[in-house]
């Protein structure tokens, strides 16, 4: 099932100002910590990178480096009621989330995968292959859309 009507059509995009992309956000409470978080879908941009470090790559050859893995995504994922990161220095944030505990990480890192399609589960859901369709207590919260790739943020 999807979570667009069948009768549904999509324009047909013609240029970039055409895009209305809001990001999937939701507020979970993090017991472990003792407070509440919103997390965030990740852009294409920070998608790109949150999984550069994965690969280190030697001429040819490549290996996999799940190091702080898991605590890079939290600290991208993680934001305030305002949409802004809640540690905007990745480098420092991961310092700061890796002293915390690992339940309250694995919280907010399972749901930015799914905001951000990157389980099995969500990806069945928008092939409509799952009878599990986006999650209806997700907020959105706009996004400035850019004419031109100029436009965009750095």
């Known amino acids: 099932m999807s979570e667009f009507d069948d009768d549904?059509?999509?324009?047909?995009?013609?240029d970039a100002s055409g895009i209305q992309w809001t990001a999937a956000r939701k507020r979970i409470d993090v017991p472990e910590w003792k407070?509440?978080?919103?997390?965030?879908?990740?852009t294409?941009?920070?998608m790109d990178e949150y999984r550069a470090p994965m690969f280190e790559i030697d001429g040819s050859?490549?290996?996999?480096?799940?190091s702080n893995n898991?605590?890079?995504?939290?600290?991208m994922a993680a934001r305030h009621k305002s949409g802004a990161r809640i540690w905007p220095?990745?480098?420092?944030?991961?310092a700061v989330v890796n002293?915390?505990?690992s339940a309250g990480c694995e919280r907010i890192a399972d749901l930015a995968r799914q905001l951000?399609?990157?389980?099995?589960?969500?990806?069945?859901?928008?092939?409509?292959?799952?009878?599990?369709a986006r999650n209806s207590s997700v907020n959105s919260t706009s996004r400035p859309t850019s004419s031109s790739p100029a436009d965009a943020p750095s």
């Not at 059509?9 to 013609?14: S, T």
């Open 116 to 132: 951000s399609h990157m389980t099995k589960d969500s990806k069945k859901a928008l092939e409509g292959k799952s009878g599990a």
């Open 44 to 46: 294409a941009a920070e």
């Open 35 to 42: 407070c509440s978080v919103w997390v965030q879908e990740l």
């Open 70 to 75: 898991t605590t890079r995504l939290v600290v």
């Open 8 to 14: 549904f059509e999509f324009p047909e995009l013609v």
């Open 89 to 94: 220095d990745t480098a420092r944030g991961i």
């Open 99 to 101: 002293s915390l505990g």
């Open 61 to 66: 050859d490549y290996e996999l480096n799940m």
